[in-house]
């Protein structure tokens, strides 16, 4: 056995406590905000009381019977699952034909579709709201939901899986009977699982959270997503937060997205693995 | 990507018979597996024709021509069962039920495979991957069989059993059978007729013994046969007795002499000449000597009991079984 170096131990405890530092940076509200929605005082005091503290389920009661939170949680839902279907179906497709279509000029479209995911979305969102304003689209669903469903993202994600996947496999079917588009269904697609999910669960997500977007297309509170309806818990006049009450609506707002990551972390780590592939 | 184009195959014309197997053969990168592609229709060709019983097939899709094909890889779908595999094509083409399990379980029970019908691609052997491709082929009933190198991911002793399968299945079936290889072993132990290939070119088709005994070039003499023929320029040669007069120009200048291991004896007499040898290979009864004259390597197949491990040997030429190439690499026939 080698004698581990005192030079190797300091290196160790300095790792290990840049980790933990940075872990608790990153927890301490997360902590702090469940545990305030199980206390009596809207206030939040500094330094926190970090007491693990369970007082009430009253602000829970509250926000879900006392608020219309059980419809903005439906509207978040159809939403996110709207975007996500038709954004990981559109995704897949277009995808696939980056993938294995031969036509021209496909490489250089490929190329345009990957640089939008440099172009940061401030900057086209007036563009986009103007858009809208034309469309008529304002205050609706689909104002929210429509531009979502072109993902690059996806595109990209989706294009590096279907590379993976046997070019002689899909002859194969073309051998046994299947056109284009049945190939499309039966072979590539059921093999493509892994990268659906993947894509599914970061769009998902994506949307479930998303808030600058829907701030500005959505001006009637009864059409609002979770992420704008928070902000309801300032109080009447914003003059007052009411902090154990809006920490509540938060926890119940993160339930879904948290049950997916632990359900799929898997496909999380995948998803990762994929986009960095080499196609 | 864009690159420059490469032509993988021109002036490519045999007919296939029927019952007949007929092997591509060549080193890897030859066009041999573009060719069946092209056959096949997932390639279209810049220019010429594919017929099938006389019909054009260009621009008519796979599945249509009628065609089976097996890949190297098996290809098999691996998101499907076994069963599945094997009768996509006829629930594509709506063949009731009934009639779809009759045909698979027949096919099955000919490969042997019939215990494996519920299990995924990914839960067998490559020989039984192997024997499930070529079962999705044999179920259809194709006008032409096309096989892409069907052995070459399989170990040598599998290799070699599923070789006298494919001999079996052969016999049992009709329509002739397209067999892409590298392997030269494969092709002269399963080929009716083999063309051999390179660099897009068709050097000589004809069956084995054929091509075995009389190649149309360095090419075809050098790629069958293990080890492959000697080839000697007959430069290095000058000074062997009797060798100019076999010479078909008179003379020994420009042309290369070719002949197999199992050609050259050990032994003092007309046509000998001295090798150092490098290193022999026993093989049990017989002996494999690589030697060296000047620059030239070659290969020398003896009883293992006529040599004892000299460093210099003389060895005896067999002027019945000389090969005369010119300085293009083309047989030179002897009239």
């Known amino acids: ?279 | 990507m864009k690159g420059q184009e490469i032509v993988a195959a021109r002036n490519i014309n045999l007919e296939v018979k029927d019952g007949e197997l007929f092997v591509l053969l060549g080193p890897s990168g030859c066009g041999k597996t573009t060719l069946l592609r092209i056959i096949a229709g997932l390639v279209e060709p810049d220019e010429g024709e594919v017929l099938i019983d006389g019909k054009v097939m260009n621009g008519v899709y796979p599945s249509d021509r009628n065609v089976a094909m097996v890949f190297q890889n098996y290809a098999l779908y691996p998101h499907m069962s076994v069963y599945d595999n094997i009768a996509l094509n006829m629930k594509v083409r709506r063949i009731p039920r009934e009639e779809v399990d009759r045909r698979v379980r027949e096919v099955a029970d000919t490969l042997r495979i019939t215990e494996l019908l519920n299990h995924r691609p990914k839960e067998l052997s490559g020989g039984q991957a192997q024997r499930v491709a070529l079962a999705r082929a044999m179920v259809r009933n194709p006008r032409v069989y096309l096989m892409d190198e069907p052995l070459s991911n399989l170990d040598a002793k599998l290799r070699v059993e599923m070789r006298a399968e494919l001999k079996r299945l052969h016999r049992m079936v009709d329509a002739p059978i397209i067999y892409v290889t590298h392997d030269q072993v494969e092709a002269m132990t399963l080929g009716d007729r083999i063309a051999v290939m390179d660099k897009g070119v068709i050097q000589q088709i004809g069956s084995p013994i054929e091509l075995y005994e009389n190649p149309k070039n360095t090419f075809v003499a050098s790629f069958l046969g293990t080890p492959p023929m000697n080839i000697v320029s007959a430069e290095e040669l000058v000074g062997v007795d009797g060798l100019k007069g076999l010479s078909p120009s008179g003379s020994l200048s420009g042309l290369s002499v070719g002949f197999r291991p199992g050609d050259v004896a050990i032994g003092d007499g007309p046509l000998s000449f001295d090798v150092e040898v490098e290193y022999a290979e026993l093989l049990g009864d017989e002996v494999l000597i690589h030697a060296k004259r000047g620059s030239t390597r070659l290969v020398i197949r003896a009883a293992s009991h006529t040599y004892t491990g000299q460093t210099s040997l003389r060895v005896r030429l067999d002027p019945a079984k000389l090969y005369w190439f010119n300085t293009e690499g083309e047989a030179i026939r002897q009239g």
């Open chain 1, 1 to 279: 056995m080698s004698r581990i170096s005192p030079r190797r131990v300091a290196l160790l405890a300095l790792t290990v406590s840049v980790q933990l530092i940075l872990a608790l940076i990153y927890i301490i509200p997360f902590y702090w905000m469940v545990i305030k929605s199980f206390r009596f005082t809207i206030f939040a005091n500094f330094p926190p009381n970090l007491l693990p503290t369970l007082q009430t389920v009253g602000n829970y009661v509250y926000v879900w019977h006392f608020s219309a939170f059980p419809h903005w949680y439906l509207n978040s839902t159809l939403i996110a699952l709207s975007v996500t279907a038709a954004s990981v179906f559109i995704g897949s497709l277009s995808g696939y034909a980056f993938a294995r279509l031969r036509f021209r000029g496909r490489d250089i479209l490929f190329y345009t579709v990957l640089a939008t995911l440099m172009i940061p979305f401030p900057v086209v969102i007036i563009a986009e709201y103007i858009l809208m304003v034309d469309l008529g689209w304002v205050n609706t669903y689909q104002a929210v939901i429509v531009p979502s469903t072109a993902s690059a993202v996806n595109v990209f994600l989706m294009r590096q899986y279907f590379t993976t996947i046997p070019q002689e496999v899909e002859d194969a079917a073309k051998i046994d009977g299947l056109r284009p588009h049945q190939i499309f269904f039966r072979v590539a697609a059921p093999l493509a699982k892994p990268a659906y999910a993947a894509s599914a669960i970061y769009t998902f997500i994506g949307a479930w959270n998303s808030f600058l977007w829907p701030l500005l297309v959505l001006h009637s509170v009864k059409m609002f997503t979770l992420p704008l309806a928070i902000n309801f818990f300032k109080g009447a006049n914003g003059s007052q937060i009411y902090w154990n009450q809006m920490t509540a609506a938060e926890v119940l707002t993160m339930i879904p997205t948290i049950v997916i990551y632990v359900v799929f972390e898997k496909y999380f780590v995948k998803g990762i693995a994929l986009s960095g592939s080499k196609g």
